[in-house]
Structures are given as C-alpha cells and as structure tokens.
C-alpha cells in the first residue's frame, strides 16, 4: 500500500505564495518521478511540474518562472514553492508518485489540496 499526503493549500491573495508538500509512504520501491497536477473547476487535470529521479524538471509553461519543484530523496517528499500566485492558478492540486516495484512501473495519486488566488 502506497500513501500521500499532501498539505500547504489554502486561500492566498494575488501576488502572494504558498508552499505546497507531499509525502510519500509505503511499499514505494523505486520512485522514477514525483510531482503536481491540478484540476480547475470544470476542466481537466493539467501537469504543473513534475521531477525525476535524476533531479530533472519539468513544468507547465503557465507557472515557468513562478513555481519551483523540489524533492528530498531520503524523506521521499515533493514540494512546490508557488510564488507570483494568480487567480487562474486556483484549482486542486493532486500530488503524482511513479515507482517501479517488483519490475511494474505504478503511478499514484494523493488526494488532493485546495489552493484558491482570491482577493
């Protein structure tokens, strides 16, 4: 059984940050990737960033220069720094794990966090 849970989200002003963590537990074996996605009301679920396990990144074009991905490999946790927040940026974000155990390559999903830009 894999678990993540995430915390950090919450109710923020335009041009404000927040900081959002994900922690990984559990039969993980070996993580190839972590990272968030978000869902806005009535849209699909969308990549923000995600990093892998040889440290590269990659995130969505809309929060290029405003979000920044990190992972501590010991304590196998994700976060995303979110600075420069705007309103379109609300939405729930879901953390991603990719592990590969016993040869599968398995993907994981915690369950999610509001973060709303509002003034």
């Known amino acids: 059984q894999v678990q993540l849970v995430e915390s950090g989200g919450g109710l923020v002003q ?10 990984a537990s559990g039969n993980i074996g070996s993580i ?9 009301s009535g849209k699909e679920r969308e990549l923000v960033a995600v990093i892998t ?3 590269s990144t990659n995130y969505a074009d809309s929060v290029k220069d405003r979000f ?6 010991a304590k196998n946790t994700v976060s995303l720094q979110m600075d420069s927040l705007k ?3 609300t939405a729930v974000y879901y953390c991603y794990l990719r592990c590969r155990r016993s ?6 999903w ?10």
């Open 110 to 119: 915690g369950q999610g966090t509001q973060v709303t830009v509002s003034s």
């Open 103 to 108: 040869g599968f390559l398995n993907a994981y």
């Open 53 to 55: 396990s040889g440290s």
């Open 87 to 89: 309103p379109e940026d």
């Open 14 to 23: 335009p041009g404000g940050s927040l900081r959002l963590s994900c922690a």
């Open 68 to 73: 920044t991905i990190s992972r501590d490999s």
């Open 32 to 40: 190839s990737a972590m990272g968030w996605y978000r869902q806005a």
